[in-house]
């Protein structure tokens, strides 16, 4: 094996993902302001989860907390622009 074929096969199994991130978060993109003003209000994740999904915008658990981490089920991290 060597970077090459590593390479290759990276390009294969992983989509691209502009500035790191994947569709999911394009999509939270436009719901910025909305978490931004529930984070301010002091909501939950969990809370914050539920609302966005009764709108209709469905994003993983990981990409609403902005990490890989369970730890960071307290946190919540708005959209960078």
């Not at 990276?10 to 939270?28: K, Q």
């Not at 939950?44 to 990490?67: A, H, N």
């Amino acid at each position: 094996m060597d970077d090459a074929l590593i390479g290759a096969v990276i390009d294969v199994v992983r989509p691209a993902r502009p500035n790191g991130h994947g569709t999911a978060w394009e999509v939270l993109l436009g719901r910025r302001q909305d978490v931004t003003d529930w984070v301010g209000q002091g909501l939950s994740i969990v809370k914050i989860g539920e609302l966005l999904t009764r709108s209709g915008t469905v994003v993983p658990y990981r990409t609403r907390t902005g990490s890989r981490s369970r730890s960071a089920a307290s946190k919540v991290a708005a959209p960078a622009g």
